[in-house]
């Protein structure tokens, strides 16, 4: 079978009834204005035209609340809650992707985690190929995530007009196809359409950061001391709406529910933020980042040095969903390009034998 196959848009409904007699398909849908992804029944609820969901499809694979497991305090006997659906994500942009991918290393190390990895083997990623930017706060390109994860995706699907081109990504998704007698095997004219639509894509795609994605684990660690991070925390109102909307967050609390004789109990994860005051509170009233500035400042050396440090990959994909929420306007783009300004200010002072003005926190 070939790598690239062809789904006529008129048999496009077809396939997601045929999906969802068959698995929890979850898929863009308007909802109040925005994009969310949520479940769908019809081909009616999705809108592949869509520019940005509110949350990312990680909501799909790592539930906002989560039951991990039950116990007894008689003999003190546990025991584990991994729940798995069957699942379908339709319609995940190329950074998402790239999000998905980074959540596959970070839960893959040392301890698997297995209830994401048991509900990410169970879903099948259906990627949608993004033919123009999100909007002003997107940065994918500058994130190198503008082209699709080809070890994430299982189907990666780009719009022709009146069909689909559909890349096969993995053996899942190669039965899916043999599976669905709808799609047939691109011809040499679809691939050179194909081609055409994705050479034309990129003027969409203005490239935001002044400085290449390879600079930025540097330029985070030169600039651990600066004083922007006192203006961003001057401005912040700490109240985590960033981390919630992000594609690579993943910080969570624990939750235990005890019966009144305390005989039962369930502990639950849920999604929750390092932004918010009382997330770094610890024994004895201690907080180790209790100033807002240090955690902006923790925000941005985890996305563009830490987790390049431990899977070699940047935490951030450039999706813009921060931005968009944040209530005082503290994006990833001025902020990057902010410090990069005042690196390469600091560095221009150095070579005229003047001294650096740049302040530390």
């Given at each position: ?14 396939w997601v009834a045929w999906l969802t007699q068959r698995y929890r398909v979850f898929g863009p849908k308007p909802t109040d204005g925005q994009y969310t992804f949520g479940v ?322």
């Amino acid at each position: 079978m070939s790598s690239f196959n062809i789904l006529p848009r008129a048999k496009f409904g077809d396939w997601v009834a045929w999906l969802t007699q068959r698995y929890r398909v979850f898929g863009p849908k308007p909802t109040d204005g925005q994009y969310t992804f949520g479940v769908i029944k019809s081909v009616d609820e999705i809108d592949f035209n869509y520019t940005q969901t509110l949350l990312s499809p990680k909501k799909c694979i790592i539930p906002q609340r989560e039951l991990l497991y039950t116990y007894e305090t008689s003999g003190m006997r546990v025991q584990a809650v991994v729940e798995s659906v069957p699942t379908v994500i339709l319609g995940v942009h190329t950074c998402d992707q790239h999000a998905i991918r980074l959540f596959d290393r970070i839960f893959s190390h040392g301890f698997t985690e297995q209830h994401y990895r048991t509900q990410r083997e169970n879903t099948i990623i259906v990627g949608l190929e993004c033919l123009r930017t999100c909007g002003e706060q997107s940065f994918c390109r500058s994130m190198g995530t503008t082209s699709p994860a080809t070890d994430v995706f299982d189907l990666h699907m780009i719009d022709l007009g009146d069909e689909y081109c559909v890349e096969i990504g993995s053996a899942r998704g190669r039965q899916l196809v043999a599976e669905f007698r709808g799609m047939f095997v691109a011809s040499d004219t679809d691939l050179d359409h194909r081609n055409e639509v994705l050479r034309d894509k990129w003027d969409s795609f203005p490239y935001r950061l002044d400085c290449d994605v390879t600079d930025l684990p540097e330029l985070v660690e030169g600039a651990s001391e600066s004083s922007h991070w006192q203006d961003l925390g001057n401005s912040c109102l700490a109240c985590g709406m960033c981390t919630q909307v992000c594609p690579t967050c993943y910080c969570f609390n624990i939750e235990d529910h005890v019966d009144l004789r305390l005989h039962h109990g369930s502990r639950y994860r849920s999604w929750d933020s390092c932004q918010i005051n009382e997330f770094a509170m610890v024994a004895g009233g201690h907080n180790f980042r209790q100033k807002r500035a240090a955690r902006q400042r923790h925000r941005f050396m985890r996305k563009a040095k830490y987790q390049y440090d431990a899977n070699d990959m940047v935490g951030c994909v450039g999706c813009g969903r921060c931005a968009t929420a944040c209530l005082v306007h503290i994006t990833p783009i001025k902020t990057f390009n902010e410090l990069w300004r005042r690196k390469q200010t600091a560095e221009g002072r150095e070579a005229e034998g003047k001294p650096s003005h740049e302040d530390v926190a």
